[in-house]
């Protein structure tokens, strides 16, 4: 069974930078589509950033574009969020994804958060003004 476990999360001032890491157990992540989602109290988990199982195709939010960027590196199982430039709007629980559907090969659809059939447990990211 797949399991992904994120970390990298934690305390950073407006400005400065984290990166997460969402290491993924299995034989099948390679062949997956990776994502980040972040979610605050009240409010949906949205999509942050995608990369499909062919690394050079990405997508990412409007608000994260040209901070993070998103990679992946099969042979250690992992998929990684740099976060630069990070504004307290950025403070989240980020969580890493994946997927397996057709559908998930778009840029188009890449956001879609019921297309992922796996989630990790999430981790803090808070950036203070």
């Known amino acids: 069974q797949v399991q992904l476990d994120e970390s990298g999360g934690g305390l950073v001032q407006a400005g400065g930078s984290l990166r997460l890491s969402c290491a993924a157990s299995?034989?099948?992540?390679?062949?997956?589509?990776m994502s980040w989602f972040r979610q605050v109290p009240g409010k949906e988990r949205e999509f942050v950033a995608a990369?499909?199982?062919?690394?050079?195709?990405?997508a990412y939010a409007d608000s994260v574009k040209g901070r993070f960027t998103i990679s992946r590196d099969n042979t250690k199982n992992t998929v990684y969020l740099q976060m630069n430039s990070l504004k307290p709007e950025d403070s989240a629980v980020y969580y890493c994804?994946?997927?397996?559907?057709?559908?998930?090969?778009?840029?188009?659809?890449?956001?879609?958060?019921?297309?992922?059939?796996?989630w990790g447990q999430g981790t803090q990211v808070t950036v203070s003004s």
């Open positions: 994804a994946a997927g397996w559907r057709g559908s998930l090969s778009s840029t188009q659809t890449m956001g879609d958060r019921g297309a992922y059939d796996l």
């Open positions: 299995g034989s099948t992540f390679s062949y997956a589509t």
């Open positions: 990369i499909s199982w062919r690394p050079s195709i990405t």
